[in-house]
């Protein structure tokens, strides 16, 4: 997969600022760790540059972040998975993957965002997996349809 050009990225960054559509920087963190240092220096303070990392393998790193958002939604972790949605939504732009972006914005975010990170699972071929807890109840395939987890009720907070 080709990754955006760093100016596209740099673009992106000071567009997410403008916006206030990051407010807390959740959808930066992925940019910035796509940038070389020269293209860094235009959206972080030099104070920060020592604790720059460049990421180089973005297509691992979405794969390693899908498996985390997923287990995310089925902890039922609302904080950590709005923050994978935000974190994959920004993996797929910066692959280069409008499709994918657009699949995501248009699934709804009910149940801890499944249907959206289904969206982005669902996008890339890659797989979105049906775990069980130990008594076999909890689906990830139902949340991402938008239901509880768990049929009878579910006693780890999410619902209909």
Known sequence: MTIRTQEEIVTRIWAL??????????REEV???ALDLDHAHQ??????????NQRADHESYARDYLRF??????DHRGNSASRSVDKLGELA???????IV??????DYPMYG????????????WPFLDDLDGDGRLSLARMADGQ???PPGCERGCAD
């Open 114 to 125: 499944a249907p959206k990170v289904k969206a982005f699972a669902d996008g890339f071929g």
């Open 148 to 150: 509880q987890c768990d």
């Open 69 to 74: 958002a997923i287990g995310k939604i089925i």
């Open 43 to 52: 959206v972080i303070a030099p104070r920060h540059s020592a604790e720059w």
């Open 31 to 33: 940019l910035v760790e």
């Open 102 to 107: 657009a699949a995501m914005d248009h699934a």
């Open 93 to 99: 732009w910066l692959l280069g993957r409008d499709d």
């Open 17 to 26: 600022r403008a916006n206030s559509g990051d407010a807390f920087g959740f």
